[in-house]
């Protein structure tokens, strides 16, 4: 695929630690959340190793942070996640998926609670201050809603934990998964949560205080060094590995959330209200016709920026592939699709025209063993 410039201006945010990326070897960006997402520095393939043995530095700021606070907070993070969040505590962050009126998804942040009447959602790829508003516009809801200058550091690998007691001492190994504290560094408290996007351990620091993130992050490099400490970004293959989903890429509005496998996060027994609850209660006592799936292809190369679809040996459509990349672990591409009814069987073989050659792929679990 031919490789073009992404003009930089004032709509595509940059991040605050961009002098720092640049100069340690940054290759690509994509967009995200309005802003620039490091992608890659080395290759992709070189990264995913590193990332599985070592430790890696990873500037997230794109993981924007939605501050809902005031009276009626609860009511309004509640109303917009199927999640039941009525037992909710501090100190606690949620994976949480956010559904519209139809019971479709709007999102699937981390929502961290920091007191009976101020959350903090942390989200993936959509507006989601406008859903809130908008929301509370209609409801006539006591809240203010911001985004909160707030970017995110991520430290993620085997060695993080080793990393992160370099920086902020052995009581951070207290620190549960799920949880979030205050940690100082520097004479300035950061909030970190043992949280982050990837399967090999790790946490999220943010950053409300630039010049104290810098010279955090400066810090990390030039302590972590017998660590092999590496900046980084989430890994396209160690995602789909692990069978971590990506809104707009795997998922998107046009699915709910039972079929991107978020069962245990749709409660609709409970007495909670939120927008599409009735729905999402039809929706479960029909059935779903489709779901997200593993998938194993046996090929090397693979370009992806929209739906492929996939058939049986019959020719009839059965799915489609939404992420892929090549696993050096499994030596074939691995990715995620939406597959129909009658075909999730693991082992299901199927054919998919890749660049005009088909190539012969199985259904397997998520995540991919």
């Not at 059965?318 to 050096?328: C, D, E, K, T, V």
């Amino acid at each position: 695929m031919k490789k073009f410039f992404i003009t930089k201006n004032r709509r595509l945010r940059s991040t605050p630690f961009a002098s720092r990326l640049e100069k340690q070897g940054l290759k690509s960006y994509t967009i995200y959340n309005h802003m620039f997402l490091p992608t890659a520095f080395n290759s992709l393939e070189e990264d995913y190793f590193h990332l599985r043995e070592h430790v890696q530095i990873w500037d997230v700021s794109v993981q924007r942070a939605i501050e809902i606070s005031g009276k009626d907070s609860s009511k309004l993070v509640q109303l917009m996640t199927c999640r039941d969040l009525s037992k909710s505590k501090a100190g606690v962050c949620y994976y949480s998926p956010l559904v519209d009126s139809n019971g479709n998804l709007i999102n699937d942040p981390l929502i961290y609670k920091l007191n009976e009447n101020k959350w903090r959602i942390c989200i993936a790829d959509s507006d989601v201050i406008l859903f809130a508003k908008g929301i509370s516009s209609v409801q006539n809801m006591n809240v203010d809603i911001i985004e909160a200058k707030i970017d995110t550091l991520a430290v993620q690998g085997p060695k993080s934990l080793k990393l992160m007691e370099k920086v902020f001492g052995e009581e951070i190994k207290e620190l549960k998964f799920f949880k979030f504290d205050f940690y100082e560094f520097d004479g300035i408290k950061f909030l970190i949560s043992r949280s982050g996007y990837s399967k090999q351990s790790g946490y999220e620091i943010h950053v409300e205080n630039i010049d104290s993130g810098l010279k955090l992050y400066d810090y990390f490099f030039k302590i972590g060094e017998e660590l092999n400490v590496k900046p980084g970004s989430p890994n396209l293959i160690e995602r789909i590995e692990g069978g971590l989903l990506s809104y707009g890429n795997d998922m998107d509005i046009g699915d709910n959330p039972f079929e991107c496998g978020f069962d245990k996060y749709i409660n609709l027994e409970s007495d909670i209200m939120f927008l599409g609850k009735e729905k999402l209660k039809k929706i479960k006592q029909k059935g779903i016709k489709r779901k997200l799936m593993g998938v194993k292809i046996e090929a090397k190369e693979i370009d992806l920026t929209e739906e492929i679809k996939m058939f049986n040996n019959e020719n009839k459509e059965i799915g489609q592939l939404r992420s892929a990349g090549f696993s050096p672990r499994f030596k074939k591409i691995v990715g995620i699709a939406m597959v129909q009814k009658g075909f999730w069987a693991t082992s299901q073989k199927f054919k998919i025209n890749i660049d005009g050659n088909y190539f012969t792929g199985e259904i397997c679990s998520l995540p991919i063993l």
